[in-house]
């Protein structure tokens, strides 16, 4: 049962699509009509804010860090589960 738990919180902390909810509350608009449709924080540069776009960076790292590190200190014996539970989303 600890496996699914894991591996389900790691798949969605790793799912959040940072670049998309910053775009839309703090300029209005879909990241995806602008530059390459892409939602990440290259993309999110393209909108003409920096700290958008940085904060979408810090952000996406730290989404893909902060499930494998509990995982770590928690469930030592799965973090590799956790890796790749993180890993396919950017896989």
């Given amino acids: 049962m600890d496996i699914i738990i ?3 919180i790691s798949y969605l902390m790793g799912s959040i699509p940072f670049g998309f909810i910053l775009t839309k509350i703090f300029l209005k608009k879909d ?3 602008i530059g390459s449709g892409n939602i990440g924080a ?3 540069l393209r909108t003409g ?3 958008l ?3 979408t960076l810090v952000l996406d790292i730290l989404k893909a860090i902060i499930p494998v590190l509990y995982i770590k200190f928690y469930f030592s014996e799965f973090i590799y589960i ?3 539970c993180v890993y396919f989303l950017y896989g």
Avoid: P, Q
Wanted: glycine share 6%; aromatic share 6%; charged share 15%.
């Fill in 6 to 8: 894991i591996c389900l």
């Fill in 31 to 33: 990241i995806r009509e």
């Fill in 42 to 44: 290259t993309n999110a």
């Fill in 49 to 51: 804010n920096k700290i």
């Fill in 53 to 55: 776009g940085y904060s």
């Fill in 82 to 84: 956790s890796s790749l």
